[in-house]
């Protein structure tokens, strides 16, 4: 993990190369993370996988992540990691989520589903965890090249992993609610 | 008419079964008829000792209750306790059940051991659906008979909401002796005969294997014809399926 410094360094870096990219950085629970733009991803990604010295050219897991009442709804994480140096980085990219306010054009707007460009060319092993991703959030990774769902059927609607999606299961009879149920025995 | 059954021979107070002497008597008389020194009332009377009758349901069922062989189905962690049951503790081939068959057209016994997931569902489906009648079905645990801890959108909440069960045993997981009883319970069921059991709670009288050629009910080949047109309104499936032969 680089130290406060270095991973002020590397955003600071980033930004050298492209204004904007990186928006903050955080240290917390012994992991460095580099917020940045959704739509500078890959640009991140390919910086710290091939600028010299740094060679982070392991991805070890994406994942998506839902904070709903926060204002930008939903993360995708990429876990970087350096094999050399055994040295972990932590690319977040935040994304709003579509489905809240009017739609202006195309689907209404509880159909629209956040979007982020895919990382499959610059690193072939995220092609299931970004399948993974979509199946349990409805993230959409543009330029995938084949994003469908991987664990639930393929008929399943809904994203069950978000946070407002049901929990599920049927009520289950106990003593205490069998009142609260009533003709339970039909 | 009336029939009347009676002993021909009412056995006297001191020929009580069990003891010595009348062991001894009864292999006498067995070596006489092998003899064929028995004749008339006396071979009645032997014959009559030796046989005892039943109905053939009954001896059917008996014959199937002692004598199932489940399915070799392992569907999550209460399949440890699953295996378990035919070891030497709890020894199911006690009751004849120690054949676990590895497909299930020659199973008559699914143990749904563990949580179905809805994507499960239809290959458990298909499993019993192949099975050959008559078959049964043991719930084993608490999420195969109600989703158990699994109260969320992956698993299907209770294994009898798309297939019918027999037997429902608790546990989470049900120790292998829990599991010996309900297969103990399954046994009862069987003697008491088979038609106690799903068609009539799950109203699925007629689609017995026998059934299912009734004029009227789909048969073989207008379900291949049907298959057929399905096949020909997708050609791109059609077309994929033409591929390894041409």
């Not at chain 1, 072939?124 to 059927?153: K, N, Q, S, W």
């Not at chain 1, 609607?157 to 009520?171: A, I, S, T, Y």
């Not at chain 2, 069960?165 to 319970?185: I, Y």
Request: charged share 25%.
């Amino acid at each position: 993990m680089p130290d406060a410094p270095g991973l002020e360094l590397i955003a600071q870096e980033i930004n050298g190369v492209r204004d904007g990219t990186v928006t903050e950085t955080a240290l917390e629970h012994g992991r460095a993370s580099l917020i940045v733009d959704p739509a500078k991803v890959l640009d991140v990604l390919s910086w710290l996988r091939d600028t010299p010295g740094q060679e982070y050219t392991f991805l070890s897991s994406v994942h998506a992540a839902d904070y709903l009442p926060a204002a930008p709804r939903f993360a995708v994480h990429y876990e970087l990691l350096n094999r050399d140096r055994v040295e972990r980085i932590n690319v977040k990219a935040l994304l709003p989520d579509p489905a809240v306010g009017p739609s202006l054009d195309g689907p209404p707007a509880e159909e629209q589903l956040p979007a982020i460009p895919s990382c499959v060319e610059l690193f072939p092993t995220a092609d299931f965890p970004e399948r993974e991703a979509y199946d349990m959030f409805g993230i959409v990774f543009e330029g995938h090249p084949d994003l469908r769902r991987i664990l639930m059927p393929e008929d399943y609607e809904g994203w069950p992993q978000r946070r407002d999606f049901p929990v599920g299961g049927d009520p289950v009879l106990f003593t205490h609610n069998e009142i609260e149920t009533p003709r339970w025995f039909e | 008419m009336e029939i009347e059954r009676r002993k021909l021979r009412v056995p006297a107070p001191s020929e009580q079964p069990g003891t010595p002497e009348e062991f001894r008597a009864k292999q006498l008389r067995a070596r006489d008829m092998l003899r064929g020194d028995l004749e008339g009332r006396d071979l009645e009377e032997f014959v009559e000792q030796s046989v005892f009758t039943t109905t053939l349901e009954k001896a059917l069922n008996t014959a199937r209750a002692n004598s199932i062989f489940p399915a070799t189905f392992g569907l999550a962690c209460c399949a440890i306790e699953m295996m378990s049951i035919v070891s030497a503790r709890t020894d199911l081939a006690r009751f004849g059940a120690e054949a676990l068959r590895a497909s299930p057209r020659q199973a008559d016994l699914l143990i749904l051991s563990g949580r179905v997931s809805i994507k499960m569902a239809p290959v458990v489906r298909r499993l019993y659906v192949v099975m050959l009648e008559p078959k049964w079905v043991i719930a084993m645990g608490a999420c195969s008979s109600s989703g158990g801890m699994f109260a969320n959108y992956a698993v299907v909440q209770g294994a009898d909401k798309f297939m019918p069960v027999d037997v429902h045993v608790p546990g989470c997981p049900p120790r292998p002796e829990a599991l010996m009883n309900g297969f103990n319970k399954l046994q009862k069921k069987i003697l008491g005969g088979p038609d106690l059991g799903w068609r009539t709670r799950y109203n699925a009288i007629g689609t017995e294997e026998w059934a299912r050629l009734e004029p009227g009910r789909p048969t073989p080949e207008t379900i291949e014809a049907a298959s057929r047109a399905i096949r020909r309104a997708a050609p791109g499936r059609e077309a994929e399926e033409a591929a390894p032969d041409a």
